[in-house]
């Protein structure tokens, strides 16, 4: 597969050089796969954020490097084209909404970029489509639901057309059936507009849609691969402080108790499936 963003021993300090620097991130060596679902997840502090600051530039390196399609961040001249690639979508959508009406603080974006009027309209109108927001299009962001607010935010990037799109925690604030809903939209995107997603999320119910996962810690990246595989080394998961997907969960624990339940499952409907098989 082909890599949108690779990190090359990364490693970067806040308040760098100072008696009170903090050491972010160090040695980072990942990959963002061109199409995929990515989770980022790891601790409160792991370095999460920083890492995805880094994915467009919003933080150059310390030391290393960080190359979207090939474009190193180090390089100012890059870093329009970079922003084009990837767009950034934080945890408190108030602070990405900007204007009084919902179709204006989509077309937000496209405006900075230039383009003319007809294209932004059909670019707001498709965004307003494809999250399923067309009836919000007049209402002001602040009467929104927080899940709404965060699904306006989205298609705020979207409309940019960025070829990969960043979440930081986005679902973070929204109750249950927001977060639920975030998260169709981020596999919705994926999966019919072929919009590579990384998803930095606390949530296991959340990492277990991704493609693959990553786990960071101290700034490192301590575990990587497809969730189904991660979740089967629970001993250094747990090291990692890290929830196990429900799942995942009751099939240890059915395991323990003597079931012939494989490891590894970590969606409902398989773990149910294997039930049935023992039944049979
Ligand atoms: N602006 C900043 N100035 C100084 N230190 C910071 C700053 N932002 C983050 N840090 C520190 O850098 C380290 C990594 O923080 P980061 O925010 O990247 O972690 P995170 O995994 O995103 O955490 P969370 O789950 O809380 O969002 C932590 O020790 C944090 O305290
Ligand atoms: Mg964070």
């Known amino acids: 597969m082909e890599k949108l963003i690779e990190t090359t021993n990364l490693t970067y300090f806040y308040r760098s050089g100072t008696k009170d620097q903090v050491k972010a991130l160090y040695n980072v060596n990942m990959n963002v796969f061109q199409g995929e679902i990515l989770a980022i997840t790891g601790q409160n502090g792991s370095g999460k954020s920083t890492l995805a600051r880094h994915f467009n530039a919003l ?46 603080d989509i077309a937000f974006g496209p405006e900075n970029l230039g383009l003319p009027q007809p294209e932004i309209i059909e670019r707001v109108n498709w965004a307003l489509h494809t999250l399923g927001l067309e009836e919000l299009r007049n209402e002001p962001p602040h009467n929104l639901s927080e899940g709404q607010k965060q699904q306006v935010a989205i298609a705020g990037v979207l409309a940019m057309k960025p070829e990969c799109i960043v979440l930081d925690e986005p679902t973070a604030h929204l109750d249950p059936r927001g977060r639920r809903e975030l998260l169709e939209s981020a596999i919705h995107l994926n999966r019919e507009e072929g919009i590579t997603i990384v998803l930095l999320t606390h949530f296991m119910n959340e990492v277990i849609h991704c493609d693959r996962m990553i786990v960071m810690e ?63």
């Not at 090939?70 to 204007?99: A, C, H, W, Y």
């Not at 991660?230 to 009751?250: M, N, Y």
């Not at 624990?253 to 409907?269: N, Q, S, V, Y």
Request: aromatic content about 4%; hydrophobic content about 35%; proline content about 6%.
């Open 218 to 280: 101290n700034g490192s990246v301590k575990m990587e691969g497809p969730p189904g595989s991660i979740f089967c080394r629970s001993k250094e998961v747990k090291k990692t402080g890290l929830d196990f997907p429900i799942a995942a969960q009751i099939g240890d624990g059915l395991r323990r108790e003597g079931f012939d339940i494989k490891p590894g499952i970590i969606h409902t409907e398989d773990l149910i499936a294997s039930l049935c098989q023992l039944k049979s």
């Open 59 to 104: 933080l150059t390196p310390g030391q290393g490097e960080v190359f979207v399609k090939g474009l190193s961040t180090v390089s100012k001249e890059n870093i329009p084209e970079i922003r084009k690639i990837i767009g950034m979508v934080f945890q408190n959508p108030d602070n990405q909404l900007v204007s009084s009406i919902v179709e204006e």
